[in-house]
């Protein structure tokens, strides 16, 4: 089976999601990565190192600058003509790529794979991760989005992979770019970061919540996550929210700082290494689901903690 995975980039390097999807590729036979974006030269060199891979297919012009999905999901359905499956990482932009790739072919997309059992099964989390499908496929050619948590990374060095220029298929002019507004930090970023401090709504102020998870956060280099509870309150930015409708985490230690604990939250953050809570509730429920477990007023032991580490 010949499997294209879409390359996720920021124009000059890979993006940490796109090595697990390479993995879960290389599961299924031959890998082929498509690199579409303005000037990516030095993306698609990068590309051809990553170990596994066969061929670097290359669509450098304009209309992929910004990953609008309108114009790339119509490249990829050409590029489908000689590939039996398309890859792209569950991030924003993968999902928001793939489904229009699947719609355009006529096939289902089977979203966020954790595991590939067969050329034609693959499991997948249903019902905000309480329950694990397996499901099997009858379609002639796969859409699948990849669970970053779920795979191991491939190795960025060891390939030689021939890297080639495919053609444009051009601007779709059904939608444009318009702006960005990427919020800058010196914090690892959430997804690839290896301790995570998330806070919820106990926080009770967007004052509050920096002032109480930004120095834990930054005594530990750790990334900072939030609740929906705390984001939808505004004490957070929405990037910063771990669950079922934000980010999936699994980093080494994720400390839960005043959450309950809801099914949702969980959805996002239950694979992590060690889970430590701290709430002063002792019957919530993230503490089922803590390794370690702090009972105690946030606002109290939150500045003890950071002053001792
Ligand atoms: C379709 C759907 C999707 C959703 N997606 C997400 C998602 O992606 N992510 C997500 O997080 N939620 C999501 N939710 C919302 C979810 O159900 C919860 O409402 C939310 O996670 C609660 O956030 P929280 O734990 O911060 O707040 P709460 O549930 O209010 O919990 C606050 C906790 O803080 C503790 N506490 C209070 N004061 C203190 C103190 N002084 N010291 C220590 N502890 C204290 C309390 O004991 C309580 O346990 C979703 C809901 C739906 C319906």
């Known amino acids: 089976m010949k499997t294209l995975v879409w390359v996720e980039h920021d124009g000059q390097s890979v993006k940490d999601a796109t090595y697990a999807a390479i993995t879960a590729a290389g599961k299924l036979g031959e890998v082929e990565l498509l690199v579409a ?25 304009a209309a992929y600058a910004h990953n609008l999905a309108e114009n790339v999901a119509p490249l990829v359905v050409e590029l489908m ?8 990482a569950a991030t924003t932009t993968g999902k928001n790529i793939a489904p229009r790739v699947a719609a355009l072919l006529d096939v289902m997309q089977i979203s966020e794979i954790l595991s590939v059992e067969g050329p034609d099964s693959f499991t997948r989390p249903i019902y905000a991760g309480n329950a694990i499908a397996t499901v099997k496929t009858s379609d002639a050619k796969l859409v699948l989005t990849v669970r970053g948590t779920a795979f191991d990374k491939a190795e960025a060095t060891g390939g030689s992979a021939a890297v080639e220029a495919v053609t444009s298929t051009g601007d779709k002019g059904v939608s444009k770019f318009v702006g960005a ?19 919820g709504r106990a926080l009770g102020s967007e004052e509050q919540f920096h002032a109480l998870i930004d120095p834990l956060a930054d005594k530990l280099n ?29 980093p080494e230690v994720y400390i839960a700082v005043g959450i309950s604990g809801a099914i949702q939250h969980l959805a996002g953050m239950k694979d992590s ?3 430590v809570a701290i709430n002063k509730d002792e019957d919530a429920p993230i503490f089922q689901v803590a390794d370690v477990g702090l009972v105690g007023d946030l606002f109290t032991v939150v500045p003890e903690l950071t002053a001792k580490l």
């Open 81 to 88: 003509g000689s590939h039996d499956a398309f890859v792209a």
């Open 273 to 275: 290494k060690v889970i």
């Open 222 to 250: 750790a990334a900072v996550g939030a609740s929906r509870a705390a984001v939808d309150a505004g004490y957070a930015p929405n990037d910063y929210q771990v669950g079922q409708t934000g980010k999936i985490v699994a």
């Open 37 to 61: 974006g303005q000037g990516v030269d030095g993306v698609a060199q990068t590309a051809a190192q990553i170990a596994g891979v066969a061929k670097v297919l290359v669509a450098d012009d």
């Open 181 to 199: 507004e990427i919020a800058a930090s010196e914090r690892p970023e959430l997804t690839s970061a290896k301790i995570i401090v998330s806070g």
